[in-house]
């Protein structure tokens, strides 16, 4: 009895492959059908002749998903069976959403197995000559009104095209056209864009004269180019006997675009950055390895060593690359990060490949180029995305980096200026002033028996008071200790004292706030070299000079009551130069308000 039950249970489980398909019924508002469950099938090792195929309909078994096989050089024959109920002849046509099949053909047989119509096609037959002058392979079918027929389609791949999967879609003729037309138009939005993103890679190349944006066009163009080989366009386009209408041209087109994908990831992550050593040389082997391929590939064509050597290589990079994207992510990377916005519609898409009629739902649309299309656009253009960040983030981090140099060169003349007038403001002092000093003792003395010296010690003494005045100038004495107020109140005494034309006053409010030494002798530079211009040029009877410290920066100016300066003036001397390279160096403000009642000079000086 147990055996009974596990022979029905059997017979059950059978059932569904012993079982025919059902009949596809083409309704008034039939416009277009994958096929998926509405057909069966049947291998062979040696072609049949159309008529004794009528005799081995029973031994074809139904298959529930979208066909699909190896690269076998098999012949393999799709069955179904349409039904038209109209009352008008029912124009269809049979669409194959693959390329590279040495032959495809439709045969229509009646109920009683009379062949009625018979149209073929194949990837070397050129588009002029096809049923139907489209890229890949449509053929027309004609089902007469009331009637049923069964249409056979014949298939035959050879190992090198690499297609595993029949993706056949049944239009009505009018849908036909319209599909076709959509289609074509996505085919070329893709490949204007891709053709965007190659000239735009080009343009950053040139622009940059860094290769990585190079690496990125040739990529683009790679992929470009399989797409055109496998979508048959390059036939299309009347390529047909040359050597890019074959599927060698596409299979080294792969291998280019992921040895093209490798150098230009490689740079475009900066592994160097975050990886190790040994990964870092891993990556760079698979890819050159891949690359080598390539080009064995070109030489000596489509051969089982290199075919073998390809796959090895491109697993081993595929596990170098996404240890570097997994590490790099880890690692929060820039260019980790565009990798993998770019690539997860891929990956979906590929995983969704590998699991559809097994852990997931079978979707045939999706083995189609207008569904693909778009995966790939997106990663094209994210990666185009994340080249005008990395240029962008390249040009901050060189525009950084000038301004570093810039700052150091201008810290490095201006301590070399600070020094030089520290030396000059001492040999002033020591020597010089040594010098006059003792003159002027020497004629004190001799005055006493000679009146007549006195004016002699007048000019010594207006010598060494100028003397003092210009190594003040040159270096306060004592600034580190002093700070910038007082030493700027000993600035404004001795400006007093040198000169009668203006009277000098200095207008300090808040609590001092010292400087950096640095940031603080730069500062009095600037202030001194504003009242050494407004004493000389403004003509006036009044300068103030104001420090205010608030609580982020010290403000001070120098105001005067003078004839003003005029625009061309602002821009000359170079007193002027140098006080807005030492602004500059500070990053503070300096502005210069001027009329015909006089001057103020402004500057912001932030306390770091």
Same mark, same amino acid.
């Given at each position: 009895?147990?055996?009974?039950?596990?022979?029905?249970?059997?017979?059950?489980?059978?059932?569904?492959?012993?079982?025919?398909?059902?009949?596809?019924? @083409?309704?008034?508002?039939?416009?277009?059908?994958?096929?998926?469950?509405?057909?069966?099938?049947?291998?062979?090792?040696?072609? @049949?002749?159309?008529?004794?195929?009528?005799?081995?309909?029973?031994?074809?078994?139904?298959?529930?998903?979208?066909?699909?096989?190896?690269?076998?050089?098999?012949?393999?024959?799709?069955?179904?069976?349409?039904?038209?109920?109209?009352?008008?002849?029912?124009?269809?046509?049979?669409?194959?959403?693959?390329?590279?099949?040495?032959?495809?053909?439709?045969?229509?047989?009646?109920?009683?197995?009379?062949?009625?119509?018979?149209?073929?096609?194949?990837?070397?037959?050129? =588009?002029?000559?096809?049923?139907?002058?489209?890229?890949?392979?449509?053929?027309?079918? =004609?089902?007469?009104?009331?009637?049923?027929?069964?249409?056979?389609?014949?298939?035959?791949?050879?190992?090198?095209?690499?297609?595993?999967?029949?993706?056949?879609?049944?239009?009505?003729?009018?849908?036909?056209?319209?599909?076709?037309?959509?289609?074509?138009?996505?085919?070329?939005?893709?490949?204007?864009?891709?053709?965007?993103?190659?000239?735009?890679?080009?343009?950053?190349?040139?622009?940059?004269?860094?290769?990585?944006?190079?690496?990125?066009?040739?990529?683009?163009?790679?992929?470009?180019?399989?797409?055109?080989?496998?979508?048959?366009?390059?036939?299309?386009?009347?390529?047909?006997?040359?050597?890019?209408?074959?599927?060698?041209?596409?299979?080294?087109?792969?291998?280019?675009?992921?040895?093209?994908?490798?150098?230009?990831?490689?740079?475009?992550?900066?592994?160097?950055?975050?990886?190790?050593?040994?990964?870092?040389?891993?990556?760079?082997?698979?890819?050159?390895?891949?690359?080598?391929?390539?080009?064995?590939?070109?030489?000596?064509?489509?051969?089982?060593?290199?075919? +073998?050597?390809?796959?090895?290589?491109?697993?081993?990079?595929?596990?170098?690359?996404?240890?570097?994207?997994?590490?790099?992510?880890?690692?929060?990377?820039?260019?980790?990060?565009?990798?993998?916005?770019?690539?997860?519609?891929?990956?979906?898409?590929?995983?969704?490949?590998?699991?559809?009629?097994? @852990?997931?739902?079978?979707?045939?649309?999706?083995?189609?180029?207008?569904?693909?299309?778009?995966?790939?656009?997106?990663?094209?253009?994210?990666?185009?995305?994340?080249?005008?960040?990395?240029?962008?983030?390249?040009?901050? +981090?060189?525009?950084?980096?000038?301004?570093?140099?810039?700052?150091?060169?201008?810290?490095?003349?201006?301590?070399?200026?600070?020094?030089?007038?520290? +030396?000059?403001?001492?040999?002033?002092?020591?020597?010089?002033?040594?010098?006059?000093?003792?003159?002027?003792?020497?004629?004190?003395?001799?005055?006493?028996?000679?009146?007549?010296?006195?004016?002699?010690?007048?000019?010594?003494?207006?010598?060494?008071?100028?003397?003092?005045?210009?190594?003040?100038?040159?270096?306060?004495?004592?600034?580190?200790?002093?700070?910038?107020?007082?030493?700027?109140?000993?600035? =404004?005494?001795?400006?007093?004292?040198?000169?009668?034309?203006?009277?000098?006053?200095?207008?300090?409010?808040?609590?001092?706030?010292?400087?950096?030494?640095?940031?603080?002798?730069?500062?009095?530079?600037?202030?001194?070299?504003?009242?050494?211009?407004?004493?000389?040029?403004?003509?006036?009877? +009044?300068?103030?000079?104001?420090?205010?410290?608030?609580?982020?920066?010290?403000?001070?100016?120098?105001?005067?009551?003078?004839?003003?300066?005029?625009?061309?003036?602002?821009?000359?001397?170079?007193?002027?130069?140098?006080?807005? @390279?030492?602004?500059?160096?500070?990053?503070?403000?300096?502005?210069?308000?001027?009329?015909?009642?006089?001057?103020? =000079?402004?500057?912001?000086?932030?306390?770091?």
């Amino acid at each position: 009895m147990r055996w009974l039950h596990i022979f029905w249970l059997l017979v059950i489980g059978a059932e569904p492959l012993l079982a025919s398909p059902p009949t596809l019924q @083409l309704s008034s508002d039939f416009r277009r059908s994958v096929l998926v469950g509405y057909l069966s099938r049947f291998d062979t090792t040696a072609p @049949l002749p159309p008529a004794q195929l009528a005799t081995l309909w029973p031994r074809f078994r139904p298959v529930a998903a979208v066909v699909g096989y190896g690269d076998d050089s098999r012949h393999h024959y799709l069955m179904l069976t349409v039904y038209n109920p109209t009352a008008a002849p029912r124009r269809l046509v049979m669409g194959l959403e693959q390329f590279f099949f040495d032959t495809i053909a439709v045969y229509t047989y009646t109920p009683a197995g009379v062949l009625e119509l018979a149209s073929q096609s194949g990837w070397r037959v050129p =588009v002029r000559h096809r049923p139907l002058p489209y890229p890949l392979h449509n053929l027309p079918v =004609v089902i007469p009104p009331h009637a049923t027929r069964r249409l056979m389609v014949h298939t035959k791949v050879n190992v090198h095209q690499r297609v595993s999967k029949a993706l056949l879609t049944l239009y009505d003729e009018g849908e036909f056209g319209v599909a076709m037309t959509r289609e074509l138009l996505i085919q070329g939005g893709l490949y204007g864009c891709l053709l965007l993103a190659i000239l735009f890679g080009l343009l950053l190349a040139v622009y940059t004269r860094h290769w990585l944006y190079g690496l990125y066009s040739l990529y683009v163009a790679a992929q470009a180019a399989y797409a055109l080989n496998i979508n048959g366009l390059f036939d299309y386009l009347h390529f047909q006997n040359g050597w890019v209408g074959t599927p060698l041209f596409g299979y080294t087109m792969v291998l280019a675009s992921i040895a093209l994908q490798g150098h230009f990831y490689l740079r475009f992550l900066r592994i160097a950055n975050f990886a190790g050593l040994w990964l870092r040389r891993y990556a760079q082997l698979t890819v050159w390895a891949l690359t080598g391929l390539v080009v064995a590939g070109l030489l000596l064509g489509d051969g089982w060593p290199i075919r +073998q050597g390809a796959n090895l290589a491109t697993q081993a990079y595929l596990l170098g690359m996404f240890a570097c994207l997994g590490l790099g992510v880890w690692r929060r990377q820039a260019g980790a990060i565009w990798m993998l916005a770019a690539l997860t519609p891929v990956l979906l898409l590929l995983t969704y490949y590998l699991l559809s009629g097994w @852990l997931l739902p079978l979707y045939m649309p999706a083995f189609t180029m207008p569904f693909v299309s778009p995966v790939l656009l997106v990663e094209v253009l994210v990666l185009g995305a994340g080249l005008a960040y990395r240029f962008n983030e390249d040009r901050r +981090q060189a525009l950084l980096r000038l301004n570093e140099v810039e700052q150091e060169t201008t810290r490095r003349i201006m301590q070399a200026q600070e020094d030089e007038r520290q +030396q000059l403001a001492a040999n002033l002092h020591d020597d010089l002033g040594g010098t006059l000093s003792a003159l002027r003792g020497e004629l004190s003395r001799t005055n006493e028996t000679n009146p007549e010296l006195a004016p002699a010690i007048r000019l010594t003494e207006r010598a060494v008071d100028d003397l003092r005045l210009i190594s003040h100038h040159l270096m306060p004495t004592a600034f580190a200790q002093k700070g910038l107020r007082q030493v700027l109140e000993e600035a =404004v005494d001795l400006a007093n004292r040198a000169q009668t034309e203006a009277t000098v006053r200095l207008v300090g409010h808040g609590q001092e706030h010292r400087l950096p030494p640095d940031r603080e002798i730069n500062t009095y530079r600037i202030v001194r070299e504003l009242l050494a211009n407004a004493l000389k040029h403004a003509q006036a009877g +009044q300068i103030t000079l104001q420090l205010i410290y608030y609580d982020t920066f010290l403000y001070a100016s120098v105001e005067d009551d003078g004839k003003g300066i005029g625009e061309p003036t602002r821009s000359q001397g170079i007193g002027l130069k140098t006080t807005r @390279l030492r602004a500059d160096y500070l990053h503070a403000t300096l502005i210069t308000e001027s009329g015909p009642m006089g001057t103020l =000079v402004s500057l912001e000086v932030p306390y770091a």
